[in-house]
């Protein structure tokens, strides 16, 4: 593939390779000397348009790895304040020979529509509601260590699926590896299409949870709705908040996943994220190999 715009251009071959290769860079970030020379020659540019901790920084990691150059853009900061637009942005920006663009962005298909308009690599680093492709790579190369394979685990993502490009991005990735995916939240906050997908749903916790080897858990996106939306967060906590009492009253160890950033209290307790069910640090750890990994895949393709 040309770009990462989403899970959904990829074949299961694709996810191998970047798996193979993020193996390998693992490997290098765990050496006394973390980095390798192999993009001494390649520029990228982070356009963050939307606020970000996790994939901004694991990105400008992983770039920095990899010994390319890298400059960082915070649309907060920038012209786009002015009224500069998308195009005239990344135009600017490549015109100071910028290979590889990552962006972030709160439209659905922003990385499409760059994709088509400019010359450059893109990778999607989350549009609005749609996909964010390297988070979903991540969760599945986290399971696949933890639990040894995707294939065939039981995978449930729980919460505010209808505002979540992890949601759907996780969904395309794990069916593509024959996992079987449920999703478990308040009707309100699934979309009507879900099913469509080949994902079941289920709106009682504890039945979710006693199905899965494995819960991937949201956050409510509070920021994508409505003040007044139903759940409120009480009840929203109430009914789909995993804490300690829910996972020791079932009869096996399940594998608790957060994409971050976590609202402790409320989708899930302090004792649950912290404990060692859960790999949440190390989704985010695995963050910077697997993006070395797509940002290397990439570069490869480019003419030097
Ligand atoms: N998981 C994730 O995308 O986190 P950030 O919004 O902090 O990048």
Redesign the pocket.
Known sequence: VAHLLGIKYLKPSDIELIFKTADHFKEVINRPIKKVPSLRDITIANLFF?????????FELAEKRLSADVINFSASQSSVKKGETLIDTVNNILSMKVDIVVM?HANVGAGVFLAKHVNAKIIN??DGTHE?PT?ALLDSYSIREKLGTVKGKKIVIIGDILHSR?ALSNIFALQMQGAEVKVCGPTTLIPKYITSLGVTVETNLKKALEWCDVANVLRVQNERMDINYFPSTREYTQLFGINKEILDNLDKKIVIMH???INRGVEITSDVADSEQSIILHQVEN?VAIRMAVIYLLAEQIKR
């Open positions: 939307e606020n970000s901790t996790r994939t901004k920084l694991s972030r680093a989350g964010h988070q992890v994409p971050g950033p963050g």
